[in-house]
């Protein structure tokens, strides 16, 4: 109601916002503020085509990054690669870093947006989205992590993450050491692992059956990026429709009004509202009710076996991530609530820093009007305190 409030004075209801970031790709956006923009693919071992996008140096060191670190972002359910650049440069992560002499990579995890490529499989088939966030742990990560590595020549990378990349690098660094051990510092925004205490939208899971997800929305996409593409490009670019598509994005992340950017709704979903699997909302509605990280419950004690040799789905210990952690939360965040938060931190064996940040809610990390002062600065300055080899 606040933001419906606020956009009530505007008398132009009906003129669009105009922002032509909200009709581009991720390179396009990059190229858009004339920052080098480079492509990649990755193909996991299970045969998925991951496209990465590299910012390689920012507009005033333009013949190499000044720092030669590579640093790899990577988004959250829903989201894209898109995300750390949609906002103009001066309060986008990931532009700030380049200008600041580091290598940028950003990652996209697989279904999202424009990662909706197999090697045999056909994105219409059922087959294609039978993953949840065990397979991006297991398969998406290492595959982009190595990539990087080779093709940068490093032995280490940074590790930023939001949301659903958050869990994805707890999960992935504390099952796989030789991957951790490629990792200097690993900075978690807003991050996920209990989900005993959500809130909003995603509350909902604590009443919804598997049976009730599948009939209402199938086994194969959920969200399909035609409609989250066009409700950015051609809905929530009206100025009336704004406070709608915002109030949409608070009720999954929780409500700070004086951080968003209204003029900016149509970039914010376009690029932070893509589609995924069913069956990751099956995996996500699974954590919500048993309150506990673990892998996907095939739903039997026989069918557990075939796929872990036990009759339970194991669980992702935090306690075996042994990285150098940075962790930044908000107590007005519905996805990462502050209960959840108590839950995690205790669990992380290397947590180096932790800053918590009252009024900012889950997307206020990479999308808030104060992201640069309250996470983009500190990020710099721990990166240059913590992030050389002699320091860690």
Known sequence: MCLVHGFGKTFCLFE???????HMN??????????????????TDDGYILPINRIPHGKNNTNSPVLNLVVLFL???????GAWVSNPPENSLAFLLADAGYDVWLGNSRGSTWAKKHVTLNPDSKEFWD????????????????FILEKTGQKQIYFIGHSQGTLIAIGAFATNPELAEKIKLNILLAPIYSLKHIKGVGHLGLY????????LFGEKEFLPTVVSSKLGEYVCDINLINAGCATMIGSMGGYSPEQLNMSRIDVYVKLNLAGTSVK???HYDQAVKNGVLRAYD???????????NQTTPPVYNVEDMKVPTVIFTGLNDFLSDPEDVAILKPK????????TISNFSHFDFILGLNARKEVSEEVLTILREYGHDDQL
């Open 16 to 22: 669009p916002n105009k922002n032509p970031e909200a």
């Open 26 to 43: 991720v390179s396009q956006i990059i190229k858009y503020w004339d920052y080098p923009s480079e492509e990649y693919e990755v193909v």
């Open 75 to 81: 988004h959250g359910l829903f989201a894209t690669a």
């Open 131 to 146: 993953f949840s966030f065990d397979q991006m742990i297991t398969y998406d990560l290492p595959a982009t992590i190595n």
């Open 208 to 215: 919804i059956s598997p049976t009730t997800i599948k009939l």
């Open 280 to 282: 990751i909302l099956m």
């Open 298 to 308: 095939y739903g039997s004690q026989s069918l557990n076996m075939q796929h872990y």
């Open 348 to 355: 992380i064996p290397n947590l180096i820093y932790h800053k």
